[in-house]
């Protein structure tokens, strides 16, 4: 059985700061200290449950979080900047099934540590097929066109509900209580570990039984961005046309291609953005 596994970060446990999530510094070392351990603690239940292979494709800035050595023997380590499928690049039809892990929730979520959906300078809203969304939705276009579902997430509980309408039957686990932006109760990291290793195995078992994600074809993505400059920069993509001053419209009937087409927004507004 093999196990594609896409690692963001946010959704870590104790993790409750930018600092925390981006180098250098030490508390960024101990940002990524707690995420290697999630991720092994999901590689292990994957390979408890029969793993054979388990790509590990890390997918947060820089995109080379995780220390290689100190990843799970069992795993592969796809990381490093200018992957064509960003956070899902690794993924094909090979696999059985795919995990989520530490992920977060969307930028316009009520209650959710670290909040974002890709670019937080860049992205107001993003919806599909009507529906806001976070990136645990828009990755899992990749996973629909390869037809492989997605059966685990961990995150915070914004996480969990976010993902739950688009990937039915996936396993969350949910490893802290978001009460603002930048503050949450999250259970020690021991116990995260024992919860995401347990969840893994659970998860990966019955992946056999979890169809692939539910989004409706052809699908429709709004962005709304957070200036009008942006969605007029968008417009420069084939396929996508203005909804409005700040929002931009995309319809595809392929999963694979809508979700380039949003890699491609994301990638040409970063050019615009103010820091
Ligand atoms: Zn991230």
Redesign the pocket.
Known sequence: MRVFLSS???GTAGIVDWEQ?RGPGPEYEIGRRLLTDEVNAAIDGAVEAGATHVLVND???TMYNLRPGELHHRASYLSGRHKPLYMMEGLDATFDAVFMVAY?GSIGAERASLSHTYNPTAVWEARLNGVAVGESALNALVALHHRVPVVLITGDDATAAEAQPFMPGIEAVVVKRSITRFAAESLHPDSACDLIRAGAARALARAGTVSPPAIDLPATLEVTFLTSDMAEMATWIRGVDRAGTRVVIARDDDPLRLYRTFVTIIALTRSIVER
């Open positions: 963001d970060i946010e999530v997918a947060h800035r977060h």
